[in-house]
């Protein structure tokens, strides 16, 4: 199995930044990907990025292109980032690290990914 904590949520201003963390744990070898997800109130689970865990290969949803960058430490090789620039109000959510075990194109379903984090909150005020 593939344990994943998330970190470094928070209170941040619209147009601020907050970096998140994702360290995985266990049976690392085995992900083939990791990815970001958020859940805001009363909505469904969506995806963020995605990167690819030998490749360094990343996607991104559109709300999230060129304001989010996913990347994985090349030094401790086990955790993965989410820096979160130009915060908008509608980012606010619940944020979720995921691992997926499948390799191939990164994807952004939900299913896609086996095992998931406890979330960390991210809040943006006006």
């Known amino acids: 199995q593939v344990q994943v904590v998330e970190s470094g949520g928070g209170l941040v201003q619209a147009g601020g930044s907050l970096r998140l963390s994702c360290a995985a744990s266990g049976r690392t070898f085995s992900a083939n990907r990791m990815a970001w997800f958020r859940q805001a109130p009363g909505k469904e689970r969506e995806f963020v990025a995605a990167?690819?865990?030998?490749?360094?290969?990343?996607?991104y949803a559109d709300s999230v292109k060129g304001r989010f960058t996913v990347s994985r430490d090349n030094a401790s090789r086990n955790t993965v980032y989410l820096q979160m620039n130009s915060l908008k109000p509608e980012d606010t959510a619940v944020y979720f690290c995921?691992?997926?075990?499948?390799?191939?194109?990164?994807?952004?379903?939900?299913?896609?990914?086996?095992?998931w984090g406890q979330g960390t909150q991210v809040t943006v005020s006006s």
């Open positions: 990167i690819g865990w030998s490749d360094y290969i990343n996607s």
């Open positions: 995921a691992a997926g075990l499948r390799g191939g194109p990164l994807t952004s379903g939900v299913r896609d990914y086996d095992y």
